[in-house]
């Protein structure tokens, strides 16, 4: 689906990155119709947080399971079917081909689709060095980009920064998400490759995922109402 065709609220991911299922569940109760897409990732997976995933999908949610997952294919096949039965939108997985071939073959006929993590968001080119990696970020998000088109995942996680070089290779139906999203004046704390919403979406961007910008807000409904007027002004 090109950008185009998603409406401004479905392109604003809030990611719950919450410590309880309790302190999500009144997340998502104040933050009402403004938001219409949730990601759940470790942290409240890890706290209970799959049974919330499949509460929110049957109130109408949207909902993007963060699992990141990397294993033997065996191991990633398998888990990919027990999410797909989830009723989740979107679940990522790391950008390894051996590991995306195998969460496309554990899709089955569900409607979930795979995002594949290319070079997360807190990485510069140093601490890929450090990591032992020859590419820059830039090179290495393309490469791991146009393999997971090859593998038949649906869309990127990449940040926002890499957006508009990466489309016309790509091409239009891969699906670009990007966290490292931060208002201007945010506090960046550990992400090194950022952009202002209303940048990402003149990118070329098709999801932004926003976490401590809404959850560590005083009010995180303005917080979020700010955020979409932003990108439902950029979108126009
Ligand atoms: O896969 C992700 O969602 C992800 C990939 C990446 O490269 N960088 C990244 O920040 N994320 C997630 O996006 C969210 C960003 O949160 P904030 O930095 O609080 O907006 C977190 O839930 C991260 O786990």
Known sequence: MLASAISPRDR?????????????????????????????????????????????VREGKKVFLDL??????????RATAQV???????????AYQQTMRAAVAGLGGSKLRLLAVTVLTSYDDADLREAGFALSVR?????????ARECGIDGIVLSAEEAEALRPIVGPDVLL???????????????KRVMTPGR???????????????TQAKDP???AEALLAEIEQAAA
């Open 12 to 56: 604003m991911i809030v990611a719950l990155d919450l410590p309880s299922v309790k302190e999500a569940r009144a997340m998502v109760d104040g933050l009402g119709d403004t938001v219409s897409f949730y990601k759940i990732g470790m942290e409240l997976t890890y706290s209970g947080g799959l049974p919330l995933a499949r509460e929110l």
């Open 68 to 77: 990141k997952l990397h294993d033997i294919p065996n191991t990633v096949t």
């Open 84 to 94: 797909a039965e989830l009723g989740a939108t979107f679940l990522t997985v790391h």
């Open 139 to 147: 090179d290495l998000v393309i490469k791991r980009s146009l393999q």
């Open 177 to 191: 998400v990007t966290p490292g999203i931060r208002p201007s004046g945010f506090e960046l704390a550990d992400q």
């Open 200 to 214: 990402a979406i003149a990118a070329g961007v098709d999801y932004l995922v926003i976490g401590r910008p809404v």
């Open 221 to 223: 409904k303005a917080a």
